[in-house]
């Protein structure tokens, strides 16, 4: 790592040097946007348990630091939290996590409140939780999948259609009443649906409803879909399920990953951040990284199938450099297997794995080679007689399959 940044990042994490510009001077902020203002599990089966997925975008400049997740209020056992955000990571600029709100109702009308505690400066969020379980339904009325996502999609171009199967497993018919699409980007969905208003449904029948998205702006957009109905004894709206629709506004966006040399320390280094970047290219460093012209290119943002790319500093003892380990089992093996180590970003670039060292269609093999000395140092390549290059030179290969392939680039 450059040594101009290395007390940075002793000091504190990837967020607060990523705030530091080449000055000095402080300069962005984190900003969290979430996707329901709130969630309603409606009225379904008492005890049974469903979940409703609630997505946090830091639409902000930098990363975006979590505190807590709290679930607090009158019936607030009545529920948990799942999902992929976590208080270990940072959220870098336009990615995105699911907080999974698990919901068992027990209560006769039953209220909690979710807050997400985070350094994004619109402060707390608090998010309303409701439901009403019912003794009349015994398993419960479901939808496959229990939620609809779609991925980047440019501005006005519509996506591929997913869609939405409403299934009543129970043996008492419910008439169905009406489905709707509401919230704050509800325009930006459409839907066809064969559930038909007035139909009766029981005994495993089911309907489909295909949910398609166009966005109208860039960012991430939100609606919910909600289906009411009732058994033929009791009154309007006895049963009402509300799922969750979200998507992304913008196409998807690349960055290039720059490699530098330093040959007073003989070390590979590798960066898409810009103010990284923009120090190295400066010499604002006690010794001089250059640009050697290899790059590849990565995801900013968590895709569908890409693997979270983490980035380790190794202290002076261990090598005074990084490590990038490519999808969680070697993250989390890194950590366990050497504590020392500083993990600066879990999240700090998206790539897609190999599958027995094969990369799918589209995209390009990353290699991997160790130095294999006492001042640990790896470098990262697409080019593969570069990679061979260096093995003959004494680096040591990594990766899987017969080609060692360690990850796949865009």
């Not at 439901?131 to 591929?160: K, M």
């Not at 599958?355 to 290699?367: F, Q, V």
């Not at 007689?385 to 990766?399: F, H, I, T, Y």
Request: glycine fraction near 10%.
């Amino acid at each position: 790592m450059p040594n101009s940044l290395i007390s940075a990042v002793r000091a504190a994490s990837l967020a607060t040097l990523l705030l530091t510009s080449a000055s000095g001077s402080a300069s962005g902020t984190p900003l969290l946007d979430v996707s329901r203002a709130s969630v309603s599990f409606g009225r379904d089966a008492a005890g049974a348990e469903f979940v409703q997925p609630v997505f946090l975008t830091n639409v902000g400049d930098v990363p975006l630091s979590f505190s807590g997740f709290q679930i607090t209020g009158k019936n607030q056992l009545d529920y948990r939290i799942g999902g992929t955000c976590d208080l270990t990571m940072a959220l870098g600029p336009g990615s995105r996590c699911r907080l999974d709100v698990i919901g068992a109702l027990s209560a006769p009308s039953s209220m909690a409140t979710l807050t997400i505690l985070s350094d994004s400066i619109s402060g707390p969020v608090a998010i309303p939780l409701s439901g009403t379980p019912s003794t009349d339904i015994t398993r419960g009325v479901f939808a496959t999948p229990p939620w609809i996502d779609f991925d980047h999609q440019p501005v006005g171009t519509a996506a591929t259609p997913q869609v939405l199967t409403l299934t009543n497993p129970e043996s008492i018919k419910l008439i169905l009443e009406s489905v709707e699409i509401n919230g704050k980007n509800a325009s930006d969905f459409s839907m066809t649906t064969d559930c038909v208003v007035g139909q009766r449904y029981s005994d495993n029948e089911s309907c489909a409803t295909t949910i398609a998205f166009t966005p109208s702006a860039n960012g991430p957009r939100a609606a919910e879909i909600t289906f009411t109905g009732r058994p033929p004894s009791q009154g309007p709206g006895f049963v009402k399920l509300t799922y969750s629709l979200t998507g992304f506004g913008g196409a998807i966006v690349l960055a290039d990953v720059v490699e530098y040399y330093n040959a007073t320390l003989d070390h590979y280094f590798i960066t898409w951040l810009a103010a990284e970047q923009a120090n190295l290219d400066a010499g604002k460093t006690p010794t001089i990284w250059s640009r050697t012209g290899y790059s590849f290119h990565t995801y900013t943002s968590s895709q569908g199938g890409t693997s979270a790319v983490c980035r380790y500093y190794l202290p002076p003892v261990y090598g005074d450099s990084h490590f990038f380990g490519r999808g969680a089992a070697e993250c989390n093996a890194t950590g366990a297997a050497h504590p020392a180590f500083v993990l600066e970003d879990p999240q700090f670039m998206q790539m897609i794995l190999p599958t027995a060292g094969t990369c799918p269609a589209g995209t390009i093999p990353i290699y991997r080679v160790f130095s294999n000395r006492p001042d640990a140092n790896h470098r990262y390549m697409t080019d593969r007689a570069v990679r061979d290059a260096m093995v003959a030179k004494g680096w040591l290969a990594e990766g899987d399959g017969t080609d060692l392939v360690v990850m796949c680039a865009p």
